[in-house]
């Protein structure tokens, strides 16, 4: 070994380093707090989310409706705006070039970051597009700026990033109204990736799609993030799109995380009640009786129950379940999960 | 419903402001009952005498207490108002929930009916109706008239909330359950429409009141009796304004803008608790 | 291209059915009320002498014959119809001989003039500062604009006009406050003339002005509004978009299309408008031989200037109708 090598070795060049995790989320907290005729109101829509997410992965987040997915990930990508706070907590990018502290940033350096280093697709992605502009007039406004080269040598790479993308370049000839749905949420993806950022957050883009079209998107997700490099952010409710694209997989209960895993692990032996409740209610070839669907309905998030907040709705609550917020306790493997039960070994 | 009122009341101002200024009205022209002559007569009082401590808001050139004038005219023209929006209000209810739960033709062919009536200019049709009328032109007439006219706006209104509910659950539960058409709309639709019924009962109201003033001045109604407009229809007579008898023109106008702006708030801020989104009721000068 | 010929084809038949309700509405009105009109022209003629039964009795027929009443109710719709199509409304009564038409293409240019320099001022104004409003929710200025709109947008044309009328006829003259243009200023393109029209015009039009401007400028703030709450708005922002860019490109413009089937839904109220504005002001357009014909008793003016109104804003409408894809890409084809 030279002294060069050596000197590499034990100081490697940044690039080299055991990279920090691509996004750290600590703590966070973010209220949607309102006043509507006199009355105060704070839903509780993320409450102390913490995760890591590794670069080059895709992570999914899982939950039923109105357990606060999106905004986790609105949080997470600086999209928020009144009424909806952060509270409290850290959000932390590494984008390999360049680490932010995204809450400490000014509104318009977050605004920069987005779209160059972060992708954003967001839930509802049939009306992102302004429906009065053509689709190449709005590859321009969003992605122009970012790319710092003259126009004609801009298109050119918007059209390549198209075809690369399986997508003809002939759709930005096109008003969003003339696009059938799959179509716009592939373009919509496009849009968001054509700066080729190094993390990507995606908003249940697959929701809202038929089956067929549904998977079209997958495969380009797919392709997008081996192309890329890129780590993903995958929310959706449904199971069976996580089970087929995540790397790793976190379950939201009304407004906190109960599970993390490798996917493969959390479908294989889920740990909460909750988990367990999801994955048994996918169907499955060969079922002789309808899925048992759980008794009650979710909480109400502006008045949540004391401790753990499924146990209103848990098969096997406590006591204690019902007074002490059930801690995170990591069991291996990368696998978390937030449970009385689990942590006294009274499910295995 | 009182509850309702309540928090409007202290949580918007707009809300606030009109209830103040509908109420100064409405109670103004309770007071015509206690006139001390009849509001038709004339020569009672000395003419044009000036706003005093005995007449406080001056007389007219015919010899009439403005005040107690514009008590009556006021009651006469709110009665107007309300007369116009009652009847206008059966045919936008029958039209704009018809249309909204049908669907398909039907909606189709009444909402072309009901365009029509948006864009026909509608004074010139009124004029019309006065000159073929003359001396049989009466304010309940002209109520009819202007009520048969003046639908039309408000029942698209009606429209678009009845489509709403139209893909509402409880809906397919009331066709399931066996009820009628006409029992699905007079039973299950029309309370949720009544909010917004109520809303353009107001702009109605505004805008119904606007047109009769209008004909009134230029001597297109029935100018004998009291209403706002025939009250500046014989001030114009008399050249009040010329003559410097100003007040007899200066008071009914106004409380007639007073009345104007106060339903309008109450109409805006009623919109707005309805529908935080559809600010837009009444856009452009449907006046 | 063919869902624009349906739209187009579905535009000619609303204004078609405009028209034949417009009209059938004057007939319905003119013909079919227990009044005569025919008995009422006589009653107004001879009020103010004798004339002999048998004189009266020439009149009444040719009253008749005039006013298309002779005849079986049939043949008296289908001439009543057949006047309007050929645009001839026989001669005026209280012009006699000139024909009606003649007095109604000579106060039209007037009319058409105020109305349409008034309307596009106030809905451009209107439009660009609501919709400033509605953006920029916390300036001042714009608020305080606002409430003025909120005071004025209620009033109706008759109001406004008589209260200006007041200020600048009585408190503060210093603008003609009646006719078109000046006595004694001969009509010509000299620049004595226009002036004088543009001065005179200054009132009838402010007036339309101010109430238009209200109401445009109340529903392009809502309007806006609720749009910068629109995904492509909220995805726009956050996408860093340049804030002009989204302000014109993004709000301002799709606030437009709407505003624009307004205006072509509050023409008729417009149109009342001017015609009211136009007689507080002595202004010789519709509005003032409006009121004229009915004080003289003249029917075939009233009636002419009735049908010519809705048929010129029936056009006016399917005009703008006509223009409307021009704005707004997806053409509805329901
Ligand atoms: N603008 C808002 N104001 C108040 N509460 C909101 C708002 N948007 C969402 N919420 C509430 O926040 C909670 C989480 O919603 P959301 O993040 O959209 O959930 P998900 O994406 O999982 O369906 C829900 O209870 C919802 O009612
Ligand atoms: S903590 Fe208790 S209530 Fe919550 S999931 Fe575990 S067992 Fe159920
Ligand atoms: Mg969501």
């Given at each position: 070994?030279?002294?060069?090598?050596?000197?590499?070795?034990?100081?490697?060049?940044?690039?080299?380093?055991?990279?920090?995790?691509?996004?750290?989320?600590?703590?966070?907290?973010?209220?949607?707090?309102?006043?509507?005729?006199?009355?105060?109101?704070?839903?509780?829509?993320?409450?102390?989310?913490?995760?890591?997410?590794?670069?080059?992965?895709?992570?999914?987040?899982?939950?039923?409706?109105?357990?606060?997915?999106?905004?986790?990930?609105?949080?997470?990508?600086?999209?928020?705006?009144?009424?909806?706070?952060?509270?409290?907590?850290?959000?932390?990018?590494?984008?390999?070039?360049?680490?932010?502290?995204?809450?400490?940033?000014?509104?318009?350096?977050?605004?920069?970051?987005?779209?160059?280093?972060?992708?954003?697709?967001?839930?509802?992605?049939?009306?992102?597009?302004?429906?009065?502009?053509?689709?190449?007039?709005?590859?321009?406004?969003?992605?122009?700026?970012?790319?710092?080269?003259?126009?004609?040598?801009?298109?050119?790479?918007?059209?390549?990033?198209?075809?690369?993308?399986?997508?003809?370049?002939?759709?930005?000839?096109?008003?969003?109204?003339?696009?059938?749905?799959?179509?716009?949420?592939?373009?919509?993806?496009?849009?968001?990736?054509?700066?080729?950022?190094?993390?990507?957050?995606?908003?249940?883009?697959?929701?809202?799609?038929?089956?067929?079209?549904?998977?079209?998107?997958?495969?380009?997700?797919?392709?997008?993030?081996?192309?890329?490099?890129?780590?993903?952010?995958?929310?959706?409710?449904?199971?069976?799109?996580?089970?087929?694209?995540?790397?790793?997989?976190?379950?939201?209960?009304?407004?906190?995380?109960?599970?993390?895993?490798?996917?493969r692990d959390l479908f294989r032996n889920p740990r909460h009640p909750y988990t367990l409740h999801l994955i048994r209610s996918l169907p499955r070839i060969g079922d002789a009786e309808p899925r048992q669907g759980l008794e009650g309905t979710p909480p109400n998030l502006a008045d949540p129950p004391p401790g753990c907040r499924f146990h209103p709705r848990c098969p096997i609550a406590m006591d204690v379940c019902r007074v002490m917020v059930p801690p995170m306790q990591a069991l291996g493997g990368g696998h978390r999960v937030a449970c009385h039960a689990v942590t006294e070994g009274t499910v295995q | 419903m009182l509850k309702i009122f309540r928090d409007l009341l202290r949580f918007n101002l707009e809300f606030a402001i009109g209830t103040l200024i509908v109420s100064i009205?409405?109670?103004?022209?309770?007071?015509?009952?206690?006139?001390?002559?009849?509001?038709?007569?004339?020569?009672?009082?000395?003419?044009?005498?000036?706003?005093?401590?005995?007449?406080?808001?001056?007389?007219?050139?015919?010899?009439?207490?403005?005040?107690?004038?514009?008590?009556?005219?006021?009651?006469?023209?709110?009665?107007?108002?309300?007369?116009?929006?009652?009847?206008?209000?059966?045919?936008?209810?029958?039209?704009?929930?018809?249309?909204?739960?049908?669907?398909?033709?039907?909606?189709?062919?009444?909402?072309?009916?009901?365009?029509?009536?948006?864009i026909i200019p509608l004074f010139p049709i009124l004029v019309l109706f006065y000159f073929v009328m003359r001396d049989s032109m009466s304010w309940a007439l002209l109520a009819l008239i202007m009520a048969a006219l003046g639908w039309a706006y408000d029942a698209r209104l009606i429209r678009s909330v009845a489509m709403s509910l139209r893909t509402r659950e409880f809906t397919s539960q009331c066709i399931f359950s066996g009820m009628s058409p006409r029992q699905i709309m007079t039973r299950e639709h029309l309370p949720y429409v009544l909010p917004i019924v109520f809303s353009t009962t107001l702009n109605n109201m505004n805008w119904s009141i606007g047109m009769e003033v209008t004909l009134s001045v230029l001597g297109f109604t029935d100018i004998n009796t009291p209403t706002?407009?025939?009250?500046?229809?014989?001030?114009?007579?008399?050249?009040?304004?010329?003559?410097?008898?100003?007040?007899?023109?200066?008071?009914?106008?106004?409380?007639?803008?007073?009345?104007?702006?106060?339903?309008?708030?109450?109409?805006?801020?009623?919109?707005?608790?309805?529908?935080?989104?559809?600010?837009?009721?009444?856009?452009?000068?449907?006046? | 291209?063919?869902?624009?010929?349906?739209?187009?084809?579905?535009?000619?038949?609303?204004?078609?059915?405009?028209?034949?309700?417009?009209?059938?509405?004057?007939?319905?009105?003119?013909?079919?009320?227990?009044?005569?009109?025919?008995?009422?022209?006589?009653?107004?003629?001879?009020?103010?002498?004798?004339?002999?039964?048998?004189?009266?009795?020439?009149?009444?027929?040719?009253?008749?014959?005039?006013?298309?009443?002779?005849?079986?109710?049939?043949?008296?719709?289908?001439?009543?119809?057949?006047?309007?199509?050929?645009?001839?409304?026989?001669?005026?009564?209280?012009?006699?001989?000139?024909?009606?038409?003649?007095?109604?293409?000579?106060?039209?240019?007037?009319?058409?003039?105020?109305?349409?320099?008034?309307?596009?001022?106030?809905?451009?104004?209107?439009?660009?500062?609501?919709?400033?409003?509605?953006?920029?929710?916390?300036?001042?200025?714009?608020?305080?604009?606002?409430?003025?709109?909120?005071?004025?947008?209620?009033?109706?044309?008759?109001?406004?006009?008589?209260?200006?009328?007041?200020?600048?006829?009585?408190?503060?003259?210093?603008?003609?406050?009646?006719?078109?243009?000046?006595?004694?200023?001969?009509?010509?393109?000299?620049?004595?003339?226009?002036?004088?029209?543009?001065?005179?015009?200054?009132?009838?039009?402010?007036?339309?002005?101010?109430?238009?401007?209200?109401?445009?400028?109340?529903?392009?703030?809502?309007?806006?509004?609720?749009?910068?709450?629109?995904?492509?708005?909220?995805?726009?922002?956050?996408?860093?978009?340049?804030?002009?860019?989204?302000?014109?490109?993004?709000?301002?413009?799709?606030?437009?299309?709407?505003?624009?089937?307004?205006?072509?839904?509050?023409?008729?109220?417009?149109?009342?408008?001017?015609?009211?504005?136009?007689?507080?002001?002595?202004?010789?357009?519709?509005?003032?031989?409006?009121?004229?014909?009915?004080?003289?008793?003249?029917?075939?003016?009233?009636?002419?200037?009735?049908?010519?109104?809705?048929?010129?804003?029936?056009?006016?409408?399917?005009?703008?109708?006509?223009?409307?894809?021009?704005?707004?890409?997806?053409?509805?084809?329901?």
């Open positions: 070994m030279t002294l060069h090598q050596l000197n590499n070795h034990l100081n490697p060049a940044p690039e080299a380093l055991p990279a920090s995790p691509a996004l750290r989320v600590d703590g966070l907290k973010a209220y949607y707090q309102t006043r509507w005729f006199g009355i105060t109101r704070e839903v509780r829509a993320v409450d102390d989310i913490t995760l890591r997410i590794e670069h080059d992965e895709i992570y999914g987040i899982a939950g039923e409706s109105s357990s606060g997915k999106s905004s986790l990930i609105k949080t997470i990508a600086g999209a928020i705006r009144p009424p909806l706070n952060v509270v409290g907590g850290t959000v932390n990018f590494d984008f390999g070039t360049r680490k932010v502290d995204l809450y400490t940033l000014k509104p318009e350096e977050r605004t920069a970051i987005r779209w160059k280093h972060l992708a954003y697709i967001m839930q509802g992605s049939m009306s992102v597009l302004n429906p009065l502009r053509r689709v190449r007039q709005s590859f321009i406004d969003f992605a122009f700026r970012h790319m710092g080269m003259p126009m004609p040598a801009f298109l050119k790479a918007v059209e390549d990033h198209l075809l690369r993308l399986h997508l003809q370049p002939g759709v930005l000839d096109s008003y969003p109204h003339e696009l059938s749905g799959g179509m716009r949420q592939r373009v919509v993806i496009a849009l968001a990736t054509v700066c080729r950022p190094g993390f990507i957050i995606a908003d249940e883009p697959t929701t809202a799609l038929d089956v067929v079209v549904q998977k079209s998107v997958l495969t380009m997700i797919r392709e997008v993030q081996r192309e890329m490099r890129a780590s993903i952010l995958f929310v959706t409710h449904d199971m069976a799109v996580h089970a087929n694209l995540t790397d790793r997989l976190g379950i939201m209960y009304a407004g906190r995380l109960v599970e993390e895993g490798r996917t | 009205i409405v109670g103004l022209s309770v007071l015509s009952f206690f006139s001390p002559y009849p509001p038709e007569d004339i020569y009672v009082v000395a003419p044009d005498v000036p706003p005093s401590w005995e007449y406080w808001l001056g007389t007219t050139s015919r010899g009439q207490d403005v005040f107690w004038q514009m008590t009556a005219a006021l009651r006469n023209t709110l009665l107007f108002g309300i007369a116009v929006a009652a009847i206008s209000r059966v045919i936008s209810l029958t039209i704009g929930l018809v249309s909204g739960y049908m669907g398909g033709m039907t909606d189709r062919v009444l909402m072309s009916i009901n365009d029509t009536f948006i706002i407009g025939s009250m500046l229809y014989w001030a114009n007579q008399h050249t009040a304004l010329v003559a410097g008898v100003w007040w007899w023109i200066a008071w009914p106008v106004i409380a007639v803008m007073l009345l104007f702006i106060g339903l309008y708030l109450l109409a805006t801020a009623l919109n707005e608790y309805i529908d935080p989104r559809s600010r837009l009721s009444r856009m452009g000068g449907a006046t | 291209m063919k869902t624009y010929a349906i739209y187009l084809a579905k535009r000619l038949l609303q204004f078609v059915l405009v028209v034949f309700i417009g009209i059938n509405l004057t007939y319905v009105i003119s013909h079919a009320t227990p009044i005569d009109p025919v008995e009422q022209t006589i009653s107004a003629l001879t009020s103010f002498g004798n004339t002999s039964p048998e004189a009266i009795e020439t009149m009444r027929e040719s009253l008749r014959e005039l006013y298309g009443m002779s005849g079986t109710p049939l043949e008296q719709y289908v001439s009543f119809w057949s006047r309007i199509v050929v645009g001839d409304f026989g001669p005026s009564l209280s012009a006699f001989p000139t024909p009606v038409s003649e007095l109604i293409l000579r106060a039209l240019p007037w009319t058409i003039g105020l109305l349409v320099v008034a309307t596009v001022l106030a809905w451009l104004l209107g439009n660009l500062l609501g919709g400033l409003a509605g953006y920029y929710r916390k300036n001042r200025l714009l608020k305080a604009m606002g409430l003025i709109a909120m005071g004025l947008h209620p009033m109706p044309y008759y109001v406004v006009a008589f209260v200006l009328l007041v200020v600048f006829g009585f408190l503060w003259p210093v603008l003609p406050i009646s006719g078109g243009s000046g006595i004694g200023v001969g009509r010509g393109f000299s620049f004595d003339f226009i002036s004088s029209v543009l001065l005179h015009s200054l009132l009838p039009a402010l007036s339309l002005v101010v109430v238009g401007l209200g109401g445009w400028f109340l529903g392009m703030r809502a309007l806006v509004s609720n749009i910068v709450t629109e995904d492509y708005v909220v995805y726009a922002e956050l996408g860093g978009v340049d804030r002009r860019r989204i302000l014109t490109s993004y709000v301002m413009r799709n606030a437009l299309v709407p505003q624009v089937t307004g205006l072509a839904m509050s023409l008729g109220a417009i149109f009342t408008g001017a015609i009211i504005t136009e007689e507080v002001f002595g202004y010789p357009g519709i509005g003032s031989l409006l009121v004229d014909a009915v004080h003289a008793g003249d029917y075939s003016l009233v009636l002419g200037i009735t049908s010519v109104s809705i048929v010129a804003v029936s056009l006016a409408v399917l005009v703008i109708d006509l223009l409307y894809p021009l704005l707004d890409p997806r053409v509805q084809v329901e």
